[in-house]
């Protein structure tokens, strides 16, 4: 069974567009996060969630809107996609906001045209 | 947040040990130091984490200088499967640690 799954794997949409990633973690863990990856490699955290409670938000444009309905979900709202946006999306948890070490799903490709 | 910087990429052949170099200059006393993994189209996945001095676990070790300015991961006797993107995560104290990630290293392993 899949710890981190996120869904879609792909998604190619338009500017303009609004879109919605989401993620599922069945590995009981507290806390879940969403990553950007560009396309030089770097992976750079946008928001965390503990107990379903925002405890980071980096400077993200406001147009990125995370939800958690639930411990185990974590799901990204995007709206008014801008080129910019295309990269792949990373969840993650970690039994606590405390713990060294983070679950990874397996990645969203987001390609704006 | 303390920035790590890591050579960019490394060869190396099947069967040799590889060491693996991260610079974190300006780690907080409180910061621990992570690896991780990363395999193409997949999440990284953590190898190991530091404070100072040896580490060693199933899979790899990590040296940690007393200045704790940089680290090195050690891969005993890699194999084609070790091709992949190393990271040194640093991990910031605090009851919401934040993974600060760099660009990585890309290790290839050659025949």
């Known amino acids: 069974d899949t710890a981190v799954s996120q869904t879609p794997k792909y998604l190619v949409t338009q500017m303009g567009n609004d879109k919605s990633i989401k993620c599922e973690q069945n590995l009981g863990h507290d806390t879940m996060y969403w990553y950007k990856q560009d396309s030089k490699k770097f992976l750079k955290i946008m928001f965390s969630y503990n107990n379903k409670e925002l405890i980071i938000n980096e400077t993200v444009p406001n147009r990125f809107s995370p939800k958690s309905p639930d411990k185990a979900h974590l799901n990204l709202h995007i709206n008014s996609l801008e080129l910019g946006d295309s990269a792949v999306y990373f969840c993650?948890?970690?039994?606590?906001?405390?713990?060294?070490?983070?679950?990874f799903g397996p990645g969203t490709r987001l390609t704006v045209t | 947040l303390a920035k790590t910087t890591q050579p960019i990429s490394m060869d190396s052949y099947e069967g040799q040990e590889v060491n693996i170099t991260c610079s974190h200059n300006n780690i907080a006393t409180n910061d621990y130091i992570t690896w991780y993994q990363q395999f193409p189209s997949q999440g990284p996945r953590f190898i190991i984490q530091?404070?100072?001095t040896k580490v060693t676990n199933e899979v790899a070790s990590l040296f940690i200088p007393a200045d704790r300015k940089s680290s090195t991961l050690s891969l005993p006797r890699v194999s084609l499967s070790d091709t992949a993107v190393y990271y040194c995560?640093?991990?910031?104290?605090?009851?919401?640690?934040?993974?600060?990630f760099g660009s990585g290293t890309q290790l290839t392993v050659l025949p």
């Open positions: 993650a948890s970690s039994q606590s906001a405390g713990e060294y070490e983070q679950y």
């Open positions: 530091g404070y100072k």
């Open positions: 995560p640093v991990i910031s104290s605090g009851s919401a640690r934040q993974l600060t």
